[in-house]
Nanobody, 124 residues
Framework: VQLVESGGGLVQPGGSLRLSCAAS????????MTWYRQTPGKERELVAS????????NYADSVKDRFTISRDNAKNTVYLQMNSLKPEDTAVYYC??????????????????WGQGTQVTVSS
């Protein structure tokens, strides 16, 4: 299994970024996917989840109405569109996957190892 995140960078408050996560080594199209983020000294935080078909999505309250998770099953890629970014969104962002049939609501322990992530810095 391989998860490769990309798309991070430095952006001003109010700006936008689109993160991508290319996945391989499992049947992507039936697998729920998640985005997490982590800042130094804090636990990793679940940001968004999406079902295998993309029909069901769930978000942390802190990002609801600003972030959108989506996926392209033909490309084995999950995305995180981040709009109206705030300094508190600064973190390393990671993707991961859940077991087949897992709900995107509540917490389910991700199955994969954590990759290198992609750094998002929101600052003026």
């Amino acid at each position: 299994v391989q998860l490769v995140e990309s798309g991070g960078g430095l952006v001003q408050p109010g700006g936008s970024l689109r993160l991508s996560c290319a996945a391989s080594g499992f049947t992507f199209s039936i697998t729920p996917m998640t985005w997490y983020r982590q800042t130094p000294g804090k636990e990793r935080e679940l940001v968004a989840s999406i079902s295998g078909t993309g029909g069901t999505r769930n978000y942390a309250d802190s990002v609801k109405d600003r972030f959108t998770i989506s996926r392209d099953n033909a490309k084995n890629t999950v995305y995180l569109q981040m709009n109206s970014l705030k300094p508190e969104d600064t973190a390393v962002y990671y993707c991961n996957y859940l077991s087949y049939g897992s709900s995107v609501y509540g917490y389910t322990k991700p199955l994969g190892s954590w990759g290198q992530g992609t750094q998002v810095t929101v600052s003026s």
